[in-house]
């Protein structure tokens, strides 16, 4: 069994800075692409940032120059430092990696999720 945790959400003032983390744990073979979602309320959940197993990076248009995610592939980890937040960064952020557990089998997994609240 293959599981996600995130940590880091919380509240913070408009202009201020979270640091998410996320670290996968169990059966676990090999870690392609991980990434982090995030979905306020009413919406579509959508991509924030993804990083590849290489190190190659995806930034939502809305982030880019705020936020930078980062991967440690020893400790099978991924970050998400988010700086100059604002209000519309309010959501439940989810950790999603790419990965092969012991018995080859490749699956798409999430974490519980963390809650951002950008508010003064």
């Known amino acids: 069994q293959v599981q996600l945790v995130e940590s880091g959400g919380g509240l913070v003032q408009p202009g201020g800075s979270l640091r998410l983390s996320c670290v996968a744990s169990?059966?676990?073979?090999?870690?392609?692409?991980m990434g982090w979602y995030r979905q306020a309320s009413g919406e579509q959940r959508e991509l924030v940032a993804a990083?590849?197993?290489?190190?190659?990076?995806n930034y939502a248009d809305s982030v880019k120059g705020r936020f930078t995610i980062s991967r440690d592939n020893a400790k099978n980890t991924v970050s998400l430092q988010m700086n100059s937040l604002k209000p519309e960064d309010t959501a439940v952020y989810y950790c999603?990696?790419?990965?092969?557990?012991?018995?080859?089998?490749?699956?798409?997994?999430w974490g519980q999720g963390t809650q951002v609240t950008v508010s003064s």
């Open positions: 999603n990696a790419d990965i092969v557990d012991r018995a080859l089998r490749r699956r798409e997994h």
């Open positions: 169990g059966n676990i073979f090999s870690i392609g692409a």
């Open positions: 990083i590849t197993s290489g190190g190659s990076t």
